[in-house]
């Protein structure tokens, strides 16, 4: 993305929060977006980590419907006559250790009603993915809630891609070790 076109996003991202359009939240959104801009410059650049912004909209847009399902399901639960928990921590392996990734997919796990993520296990040896121990209110099928899991984390990949990998979270051709 062009210098240019970030600092209009992010003064448009500055003047939306605040909902009101007027001459002082676009100055100084504007100023936050160039501090933004030019005091923390994007890993794009450097690294190879390239966002694919249609691959994004789908992990928010995506994210958006988990959130409004689970708030739903949270609902559902507290308005019965008698609550019928079935609380449990699960550890869920990942299969990335990108901590970029990591972060997105516990924090988005967090974010949504029902599911907390507890805690992310250690440093894994090089290749492993991390595991995050995440806590349902309501397990229901085990299966489902990891596959939740591994869904937001496959998104996440595709849409924010490690420097060393690809959207499918494999080695890039042109970075893969010789055999």
């Known amino acids: ?37 030019f005091g923390f410059p994007p890993l794009d650049d450097e690294n190879g980590n390239d ?10 847009l995506r994210f958006a419907v988990m959130l409004w399902q689970s708030t739903w399901a949270v609902v559902v639960e507290v308005v019965r006559p008698k609550l019928a928990l079935e609380e449990a921590i699960v550890a869920v392996p990942l299969r990335t250790d990108d ?5 997105m997919v516990a924090n988005g796990i967090t974010l949504t009603p029902g599911t907390l993520t507890v805690d992310v296990g250690p440093d894994p040896p090089p290749g492993e993915g991390r595991v ?24 996440a ?6 420097p060393t990998r690809g959207p499918t979270g494999h080695p ?8």
């Not at 209009?8 to 936050?32: D, E, T, Y």
């Not at 966002?51 to 928010?60: G, I, K, N, Q, S």
């Not at 890039?172 to 055999?179: I, K, N, T, V």
């Open 157 to 162: 990949i595709a849409a924010f891609p490690p």
């Open 132 to 155: 995050l121990y995440v806590h349902a209110l309501t397990l229901g099928d085990l299966d489902d809630l990891i596959a939740g899991v591994h869904e937001l984390e496959d998104l």
């Open 51 to 60: 966002v694919d912004l249609v691959r994004a909209a789908v992990f928010f």
């Open 1 to 37: 993305m062009t210098k240019v076109l970030r600092i209009v996003v992010l003064a448009s991202i500055w003047v939306a929060l605040w909902g009101q359009v007027s001459v002082a939240n676009v100055v100084f959104g504007v100023v936050v977006a160039l501090v933004v801009t």
């Open 99 to 103: 901590p970029v990734i990591v972060t």
């Open 172 to 179: 890039r051709p042109d970075e893969a070790e010789p055999a």
